[in-house]
Nanobody, 116 residues
Framework: QVQLVESGGGLVQLGGSLRLSCVSSGSLFRWYDMAWYRQAPGKQREWVGTILSTGNTDYADSVQDRFMISRDNAKNTVYLQMNGLKPEDTAVYYC??????????WGQGTQVTVSS
């Protein structure tokens, strides 16, 4: 069974940067489409962005031009580089693996807090 473990969250000031990591277990990571989601207190989980197994990326309008997703298949890892952070980016960030033979797996989440 695939397991995902996120890391890299923390407290950062307005305008700062963080890089989140999500490591996958198993040997099929290169075939997975990977996504990042976030959930702020009292709000529904929302999609942040996706990187396909092909390397193509797509982002929510709210993070376009500030966030970047990348992957290192040799390390079974997907990254979320977050720049220009705003208080409204405060949330628990989750990675998700999907697209391969019905796969749909979530990590446990990592907290990102942006102070003003």
């Amino acid at each position: 069974q695939v397991q995902l473990v996120e890391s890299g969250g923390g407290l950062v000031q307005l305008g700062g940067s963080l890089r989140l990591s999500c490591v996958s277990s198993g040997s099929l990571f290169r075939w997975y489409d990977m996504a990042w989601y976030r959930q702020a207190p009292g709000k529904q989980r929302e999609w942040v962005g996706t990187i396909l197994s092909t390397g193509n990326t797509d982002y929510a309008d709210s993070v376009q031009d500030r966030f970047m997703i990348s992957r290192d298949n040799a390390k079974n890892t997907v990254y979320l580089q977050m720049n220009g952070l705003k208080p409204e980016d405060t949330a628990v960030y989750y990675c998700n693996a999907h697209g391969y033979r019905g796969l749909n797996v979530w990590g446990q989440g990592t907290q990102v807090t942006v102070s003003s």
